[in-house]
């Protein structure tokens, strides 16, 4: 979490340095691209995490909308059809994640190291080196998805219960507009066995 949180930081500063026409520039030296590269190393999980969600979150929305139009599927053919579906994702998650990988890797030192580069002094460097690679900071880090984990677990719970009636009536006006009969009671996205059966190894398969 954190990491992403400095990675976005990171990647503001890069796009106000290719908005700025004069920007109050910060003078180079060997010794500070030096200090940007390790910056750079240190956020690279951040890097290939922010590239992975780029894949994986609009498989993610093709999951759920094709649990839903599995609900017109014949019974009999529903099983297939979904195991179908999931192989076709976890095959289109493994392909490209590396892809997006590696073209944000060689993207980032033009420019997050760039933005780096032109905005931070050396000193400021040093002091954000020494921040990422403190014992605190690695602690927090390892401990974040624990963390986040819990409080998403905890708000899906406490927002169920208002979400889902809305989420069923909108689904319902889609349906409406679209000329299709609306959804049996619990057979929306957010409630119907048949999306979950479908979405759940779909999501597994996309998260390796």
């Known amino acids: 979490m954190m990491n992403k949180l400095?990675?976005?930081a990171l990647l503001s500063g890069a796009a106000m340095a290719h908005a700025q026409t004069t920007p109050a520039s910060s003078p180079s030296s060997p010794a500070k691209k030096e200090l940007v590269q390790k910056v750079l190393t240190l956020q690279q999980p951040g890097i290939e995490g922010l590239a992975r969600t780029l894949v994986e979150q609009p498989a993610a929305a093709m999951i759920q909308a094709a649990g839903?139009?599995?609900?017109?599927v014949p019974a009999d053919k529903r099983e297939a059809v979904g195991k179908s579906i999931e192989a076709d994702v976890k095959q289109y998650v493994e392909e490209t994640n590396p892809i997006v990988r590696e073209r944000a890797l060689k993207l980032a030192p033009s420019t997050i190291g760039a933005a780096m580069d032109e905005k931070f002094s050396e000193d400021e460097l040093k002091q954000l080196v020494a921040w990422l690679e403190s014992p605190v900071y690695r602690k927090y880090t390892q401990l974040s998805p624990e963390?986040?984990?819990?409080f998403t677990e905890k708000l899906?719970?406490?927002?169920r219960p208002t979400v889902e009636p809305?989420?069923?009536a909108l689904e319902n006006k889609v349906r409406t507009s679209l000329g299709v009969p609306a959804a049996a009671p619990g057979g929306s996205a957010a409630g119907g066995s048949a999306p979950a059966k479908a979405a759940t190894p779909a999501k597994?398969?996309?998260?390796k």
């Open 6 to 8: 400095i990675l976005t």
């Open 68 to 72: 839903r139009a599995l609900q017109q």
């Open 147 to 150: 963390i986040q984990k819990g």
């Open 156 to 159: 899906v719970a406490e927002a």
């Open 166 to 168: 809305k989420l069923q």
């Open 204 to 207: 597994k398969a996309a998260s």
